[in-house]
């Protein structure tokens, strides 16, 4: 897709990204980040550097947004990366000017780096390739041995921006979704644009057998323990009733690469809802047949093309097409308010964070944070990194009931959990592990 | 602990907030002191326009990302809106839209002139606003047209500046031209 000039080059959004600047906002990132936790202070000057060595790799993200008349596009960007301090809330709405017009940020504190990248620039899979590229180069500048030991092959990339959507849709597949709203999580939000963040710190071998208990993989587990959590600690804790409830519905992206052939660097992803009715709620177990049930019926290479086909087709639309950019703006925000009501909450698991050999030992884990917004006050978001599932909440809720629910749920399961948060709230160790195994017999 | 304990809120951002809460504490002040001394001559009002070409100019500027061209067609806009104000403030005579708006045309020609020749490898980032400007120098005739002014040499002046202004860059720069309208209305 990118077109050559003489100065530089530019290429479309592509099908998903396109929607991205049109509904973004100030309470709507539409950001995501990844962290890494090394077992050492970061040095900025080198990081920098890192960054720019990353870039020369990974030209698709030195880029910077342009308006056009009917859609957004991306022009090269000239400048340089810039490298801050760490100063603000996670992924709050990157701001072109303290990011020199990139796409994405590079933050540290202390021990920690940080990413965060606006959706229009890539997904969860593009984003964690640039990712670890900068923490590679960051480690071989800053040890030089492991360049000599480790052999890091700077293989040729071979991703691409191609709009896989375009190139993988199919004109006839058609969704045939009831599309019912969903339950709105209920509670007083934090003040001062904060945002609340809480990673578990999960023990995979201790997660492995509790998913083997109910035969389910650990994003299917984590979900019915999510479901779990929000029914007894936000449905009944907020209502007096449960009696025509909307259902709890957890939005699941999924990379398609895994279904299509694609070596994209752009977005390429899609989601399944799995929508649990208020009478499924009744018991952790009936939850989780139910959440088995809905991936086995949702997560098909059938079903994918039927939702990203779909989506296509309205990307592809003439009419919409040829609506001017601002008037397509205030549509598109009107109209994304109204079908963010048909999500409560998205779970995003990256799956395993590899890195090779030697690397490892300067690391010591991976974080992985989706931003909260106006509807969907939490989001939840995990990666696993060597013995460690990290699953993240961010919430801009003012109380952390969910995330305390969570915890004793998988303590009260023996499942070792440790908790870092960013201490906007009171932490949600301790308290009623008790009632929670009561609550599960 | 991972994450910082202060957070800083942007210097920018604090500055828009003090910025705009100033024009708007400023636009009172100055209607309540008009209301009680001199309530029959409306000089608050012409005040609280210039305020607001100000406070847009600058949250404009503040932008970075825009190029020069874009301001220069954005002060277009906000000066004759601003100019027809006060023209129909002091007992509309159509000096805005026969004088000044000409004259506001000529000048950004001459400035967009300049910028084509000191940096004529760009010239694709300014062949949009140019365009837009040879728009708003033909949107004249429709007010001659309706008869709301009289046809003069300064109108006409400004849009034989503005297409010859922009066809001369047009057959200067063509390539980027085309290249430019491409990636502006890809679909």
């Known amino acids: 897709m990118s077109k050559k000039t003489n100065k530089n080059t530019w290429r479309k959004l592509d099908n998903s990204a396109k929607i991205f600047p049109l509904s973004e906002s100030k309470k709507y990132s539409t950001v995501f ?60 709405r990157i701001d072109p000017i303290y990011s020199n017009d990139y796409l994405f940020s590079v933050t540290y504190f202390e021990r920690k780096i940080n990413i965060e990248i606006f959706h229009s620039l890539t997904d969860g899979n593009g984003g964690l390739i640039f990712f670890r590229e900068i923490v590679y180069n960051y480690l071989e500048m800053k040890h030089k041995e492991l360049l000599d030991k480790e052999e890091r092959k700077t293989r040729k990339v071979e991703f691409d921006t191609e709009d896989s959507y375009i190139a993988n849709f199919n004109k006839k597949s058609k969704k045939n979704d009831e599309n019912k ?47 779990w959590s929000i029914y007894n600690a936000n449905i009944l804790k907020n209502t007096k ?8 519905k957890v939005c699941i992206p999924v990379n398609l690469k895994k279904y299509f052939r694609s070596k994209t660097m752009s977005n390429f992803f899609s989601y399944i809802s799995v929508d649990a009715e208020m009478d499924t709620c009744v018991s952790f177990e009936k939850i989780t047949l139910f959440v088995k049930s809905e991936f086995e019926k949702k997560l098909t290479e059938e079903e994918m093309l039927k939702t990203m086909s779909d989506t296509v087709k309205i990307g592809k639309n003439l009419f919409i097409s040829s609506i001017p950019l601002s008037l397509k703006k205030i549509i598109i925000r009107s109209v994304y308010a109204e079908i963010q009501k048909h999500l409560s909450i998205t779970y995003s698991n990256i799956g395993k964070v590899g890195i090779i050999g030697k690397y490892q030992d300067y690391i010591d884990y991976f974080l992985f944070l989706i931003a909260p917004e106006n509807i969907e006050k939490i989001k939840c978001s995990s990666c696993t990194y060597l013995d460690k599932v990290i699953f993240t909440f961010t ?6 009931d969910i995330e305390r629910f969570f915890y004793n749920f998988l303590r009260s399961q023996n499942v070792k959990v440790e908790v870092e948060s960013n201490e906007i709230l009171d932490s949600i160790e301790g308290g009623e592990k008790n009632d929670i195994s009561q609550k599960n017999k | 602990m991972i ?30 002191i008009n209301y009680l001394t001199t309530p029959n001559i409306y000089w608050s009002h012409l005040c609280i326009c210039s305020l607001l070409y100000i406070y847009l100019t600058v949250r404009y500027s503040i932008n970075r990302t825009r190029n020069i061209s874009g301001f220069i067609v954005v002060q277009i806009i906000l000066l004759t809106v601003l100019i027809y104000f006060i023209d129909y403030q002091i007992g509309y005579t159509g000096w805005s839209i026969s004088v000044a708006l000409p004259i506001i045309i000529i000048i950004s020609n001459i400035t967009m002139f300049i910028l084509t020749i000191i940096n004529y490898k760009n010239y694709g980032k300014y062949a949009i606003n140019q365009l ?9 005739i429709y007010f001659i047209h309706k008869g709301i002014i009289s ?10 500046i503005s297409i010859f202004n922009f066809l001369v860059s047009l057959i200067l720069c063509y390539k980027d031209f085309k290249e430019e309208i491409i990636r502006k209305t890809n679909i």
């Open chain 2, 3 to 32: 994450y910082p304990k202060k957070i800083s809120s942007k210097k920018i951002d604090t500055f828009i907030k003090i910025f705009s809460l100033s024009v708007v504490v400023i636009s009172i002040i100055l209607l309540v």
């Open chain 2, 151 to 160: 046809s003069n040499t300064l109108i006409k002046t400004s849009i034989i």
């Open chain 2, 132 to 140: 837009i400007i040879v728009l708003l120098s033909l949107s004249t």
């Open chain 1, 241 to 248: 009733t449960i009696k025509n409830k909307k259902p709890i």
């Open chain 1, 395 to 400: 919430s801009i809720l003012n109380d952390n």
């Open chain 1, 33 to 92: 980040r990844y962290s890494v936790v090394l077992k050492e202070d970061i040095d900025k000057a080198v990081l920098e550097k890192a960054v720019e060595k990353a870039l020369l790799r990974y030209k698709a993200f030195k880029v910077k947004l342009k308006r056009g008349i009917f859609w957004y596009y991306l022009e090269q960007n000239l400048k340089k990366a810039i490298v801050r301090e760490e100063s603000d809330y996670p992924c709050k």
């Open chain 1, 181 to 227: 709203k969903a339950y709105i999580l209920k509670g007083k939000e934090l003040k001062f644009n904060q945002v609340s963040v809480n990673h578990l710190l999960i023990n995979n071998y201790d997660l492995k057998n509790e998913c083997t208990k109910y035969d389910m993989s650990t994003t299917q587990y984590l979900t019915s323990v999510l479901i």
